[in-house]
Nanobody
């Protein structure tokens, strides 16, 4: 079983919303408190880019191209990272990856496809 399991991607029309989830089923619940968690994306022919991050202290950081449209959140008790994506645009089409940084290592999910059509 993978360290991180993503879900929530799909095919939507521009203007609609999606909520991505990233769960860490193999990590110990009682000690789950990664220093940083984040979402990245990679569109065809482009490099992977940062979308948003959230620290242990719940400080958030967003890429300019999603500011005001996307919201990152985390639930340590559920060992889950979320990305609420509103007002989606065709330019948001990409594979979205979650990243978790812990004292034991830096982990990546397998990616979930988001496709937005106009």
């Amino acid at each position: 079983q993978a360290q991180l399991v993503e879900s929530g991607g799909g095919l939507v029309q521009a203007g609609q919303s999606l909520r991505l989830s990233c769960k860490a089923p193999r990590m110990i619940t009682s000690t789950f408190n990664p220093s940083s968690m984040g979402w990245y994306r990679q569109a065809p022919g482009k490099q992977r880019e940062l979308v948003a991050t959230i620290t242990r202290d719940y400080k958030t950081n967003y890429a300019d191209f999603v500011r005001g449209r996307f919201t990152i959140s985390r639930d340590n008790a559920r060992k889950t990272l979320y990305l609420q994506m509103n007002s989606l645009e065709p330019e948001d089409t990409a594979v979205y990856y979650c990243n978790v940084q812990t004292a034991y290592g830096d982990y990546w999910g397998q990616g979930t496809q988001v496709t937005v059509f106009s």
